[in-house]
Nanobody, 124 residues
């Protein structure tokens, strides 16, 4: 059974930085993604990384401000977010995809396991 636990969220001022972590147990050498859901909005893909870390992709909304990385020895995926904006306020989720080892898909339907989410609030 795969379990994902996010951490690192919190309250930060605009322009600040946060690093989110997603600790995985179970089948962990898999493609991982980060998504977020703001109040009243649909959940959206923001970043993904393949099983080896050799391929990453980002949504335009965070490209250039965020970096996804992984440490397979620690079974952890990270999302470093810089230059945060109030519109980055959301619950952030990590997800694991069992079926696409080479490139992280952007559709949440492709992901098989989800964490419980961590709140990120950016004040102006």
């Amino acid at each position: 059974q795969v379990q994902l636990v996010e951490s690192g969220g919190g309250l930060v001022q605009a322009g600040g930085s946060l690093r989110l972590s997603c600790a995985a147990s179970g089948r962990t050498s898999s493609t991982m993604g980060w998504f977020r859901q703001a109040p009243g909005k649909e959940r959206e893909f923001i970043a993904g990384i393949n099983w080896s870390g050799s391929n990453t992709r980002y949504a335009d909304s965070v490209k250039g401000r965020s970096t996804i990385s992984r440490d397979n020895a620690e079974n952890t995926v990270y999302l470093q977010m810089n230059s945060l904006k109030p519109e980055d306020t959301a619950v952030y989720y990590c997800a694991l995809d069992l079926r696409h080892p080479l490139v992280a898909p952007s559709s949440e339907r492709e992901y098989d396991y989800w964490g419980q989410g961590t709140q990120v609030t950016v004040s102006s």
